[in-house]
């Protein structure tokens, strides 16, 4: 009996601990995120709106920028999320040879982009890619290109100068990751393979990979987020230009509230398309990455 | 036919010298133990005959070959691991037969191997678990399937059985000395369990520090000990050492009563020497005797040990032919035969 009433009043305690969170969670979490669930259903200009129903998402079937979007979208996580990994495990494999002359050198100058600032770095970007910037300069120099590379201008170019930004930004971080799961690697696994012949390439593929499986599904959910939620980088580089090649769904939203004539019903409704993308991409790898056994 | 032979093989690490020349000939299909404390470089030699460390100096034959700069894979040996070295996210079967994948062996073989490597060990039934499905004995057993399969000429184990329960590990160690039998393989094996060693090599090599204190049969080892550490090192319970001063015809033992023990004269009289007794010498009794007065009785059933010492001397372990009603604070007369008595110098080599 005592133990019940003591029981309970440290449930109160406890409940009066976590209040002061809950409180603050409740309203700038999950009140915002209830409201623009309300909102996506709203149809209407500034502060002037009625209830639409399903004519936000009816309207997403017919905008085709929206549309534009979402193929850019798609374009920077089907491209730039595999090579980013890719190369994430490769410098991570690479780096965690104890023999490699300098290694933490190497690990140090991977890893320090992720400490700069977004901004910052997409700034840096821009004007090395400017058609008079160093790049262009560099390729002249030495000869592989006779005219300047419209980097910025260019609807292809200019998609490649945002791959390649993220992927400068993104890649150390992701290699932290592989680098710290593979340190957990029993090292006897990897001599095993090799007193057995096993080359190089194959304990790669056949035991490092395999067994660094939850951190590759880990990082590739993260970044398949982040990718869907693209933002800085484009809006600084290149604005979405042109002619909305760079754009992606997270700038669309973004223009739709703050530069167009503001809708906020409709933004909210591409929120939550992004919310919906995310769940299902992630379930995906979730199943993909399943233990069969 | 693959026998080894090293020649004054070293290593350093760095400016630390680990190893300190070691000369050892092993001979093919035979069973050869590293024994000696921890830190003594056990791990280390072992590793460097499977290529993981690199020589520094000196001469490491395997067969007939140089094999100093030979890559692992290519010295016909196989190596079981402490911790097993098992690959996770295999099943047993694929443990066994991956290595084989990559020289260039056809499916069906593989599988022939891994079917008949599984019957020696009685692995059958596991083979479509996974490693973390199995409990250590059965790791290890998968482990040694892993070594078995490749065909090897020379197995290295470095303390397969350190991480198993005291029962398994008696189970194993005669699952190995049968599994030698029945491969007829050459096999090092690395220990510090001196049990191991004496009921599994055909010879045994006493490390310490980085030197060979002495190579031989077990009973060699145990009978006939070089110098003060092997024979401390080997047997159990230890040694007993006792303070001693040559005399004509014997050792005068100071510590314990100034009884004279006959021995032969192996050094000059009046030479301080350490007088070594194993425990299991005074269960025989003799015309020798130490009187002594017992501190602590272990009765282990078939056997009973006394702790006992004369007046100050250091304590006595004394097998007691089991005498089950000794007790603490019982006066006893420890009887030996003189002619068992083991002399070392102060140098701690053993005089003869
Ligand atoms: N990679 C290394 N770098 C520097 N020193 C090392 C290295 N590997 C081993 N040593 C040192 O070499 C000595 C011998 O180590 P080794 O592992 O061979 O001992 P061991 O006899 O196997 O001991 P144990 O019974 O504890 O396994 C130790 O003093 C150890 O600190
Ligand atoms: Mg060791």
């Not at chain 1, 133990?3 to 969670?25: K, T, Y």
């Not at chain 1, 491209?79 to 040879?97: E, G, H, K, R, S």
């Not at chain 1, 484009?234 to 002619?243: E, L, Q, R």
């Not at chain 2, 194993?172 to 007829?184: D, N």
Request: include cysteine; proline fraction near 5%.
């Amino acid at each position: 009996m005592a133990q019940a009433r003591l029981g309970r009043s440290e449930q109160i305690n406890g409940w009066l601990f976590v209040m002061p969170a809950l409180v603050l969670l409740g309203m700038f979490m999950i009140y915002p995120i209830l409201w623009s669930l309300w909102m996506s259903f709203q149809t209407g200009r500034g502060m002037n709106f009625s209830f639409g129903g399903i004519a936000n998402i009816v309207r997403l079937t017919q905008d085709p920028v929206f549309q534009r979007a979402l193929t850019n979208t798609f374009i920077f996580l089907i491209v730039q999320v595999p090579i980013m990994l890719v190369l994430a495990l490769l410098f991570a494999a690479a780096l965690n040879d104890s023999k490699l002359w300098g290694r933490s050198f190497f690990r140090t100058a991977i890893f320090l982009p992720c400490v700069t600032s977004l901004v910052a770095y997409s700034i840096l970007f821009k004007s090395m890619f400017a058609n008079d910037g160093v790049i262009n300069d560099f390729l002249l120099a030495v000869g592989l290109i006779a005219t300047p590379i419209p980097w910025l201008a260019d609807p292809f170019w200019a998609k490649v100068v945002v791959i390649l930004a993220i992927t400068w930004r993104w890649t150390g971080y992701n290699m932290i990751f592989y680098l710290a799961a593979m340190q957990n690697i029993d090292r006897s696994i990897y001599e095993a393979a090799r007193i057995d012949g096993v080359p190089a390439w194959a304990r790669f593929w056949h035991l490092t990979v395999p067994m660094l499986k939850p951190v590759i599904l880990f990082t590739s959910v993260i970044s398949t987020i982040g990718t869907l939620q693209l933002f800085d980088e484009v809006n600084t580089i290149t604005a979405g230009g042109p002619s909305d090649s760079t754009l992606t769904l997270s700038l669309y939203i973004y223009n739709l509230t703050f530069k167009f004539m503001p809708s906020f019903g409709y933004a909210s409704t591409v929120s939550y398309v992004i919310v919906v993308l995310v769940g299902i991409l992630s379930f995906i790898q979730f199943v993909v990455a399943r233990d069969r056994r | 036919m693959s026998g080894l032979r090293l020649r004054g093989v070293t290593k350093s690490f760095g400016s630390v010298k680990v190893i300190k020349g070691v000369d050892l000939d092993v001979a093919d299909k035979e069973f050869v133990v590293f024994v000696g404390p921890s830190g003594c470089g056990k791990s280390t030699l072992l590793r460097m005959i499977a290529g993981l460390e690199s020589v520094t100096a000196g001469e490491l034959h395997i067969g007939d070959k140089l094999m100093n700069d030979v890559d692992p894979s290519r010295r016909g040996i196989a190596m079981v691991f402490q911790s097993y070295a098992l690959y996770p996210h295999m099943t047993v079967r694929e443990n066994m037969g991956f290595a084989l994948r990559f020289a260039g062996v056809a499916k069906p073989e593989i599988q022939r191997q891994v079917q008949e490597a599984a019957r020696i060990l009685e692995l059958e039934p596991l083979l479509d678990r996974l490693p973390r499905a199995l409990s250590g004995g059965q790791r290890q057993r998968v482990a040694i399937g892993r070594a078995i399969v490749r065909h090897p000429e020379v197995f290295l184990f470095d303390e397969p059985l350190s991480n198993l329960d005291a029962e398994l590990r008696v189970h194993m160690r005669i699952e190995l000395a049968r599994l030698h039998k029945e491969l007829k393989t050459t096999i090092i094996y690395v220990t510090h369990d001196q049990v191991e060693a004496m009921t599994l090599a055909d010879k045994i090599v006493v490390l310490r520090d980085g030197i060979i204190e002495q190579v031989g049969t077990p009973l060699q080892l145990y009978d006939d000990p070089d110098n003060l550490f092997v024979a401390g090192f080997i047997g159990s319970p230890k040694m007993n050492f006792l303070k001693g001063v040559i005399v004509e015809g014997g050792v005068r033992l100071p510590g314990h009563g100034d009884v004279v023990v006959p021995a032969r004269e192996v050094a000059a009289a009046g030479t301080p020497v350490t007088v070594g007794l194993r425990p299991e010498h005074f269960a025989q009794g003799g015309p020798a005797m130490i009187g002594v007065r017992v501190e602590l009785v272990e009765h282990l059933g078939g056997e009973t040990y006394a702790y006992a010492r004369h007046g100050q001397s250091e304590l006595m372990t004394l097998a007691t032919n089991n005498a089950r009603d000794l007790a603490a604070g019982d006066t006893y007369e420890a009887r030996f035969d003189p002619a068992e008595l083991l002399v070392f110098g102060a140098d701690g080599k053993r005089l003869r």
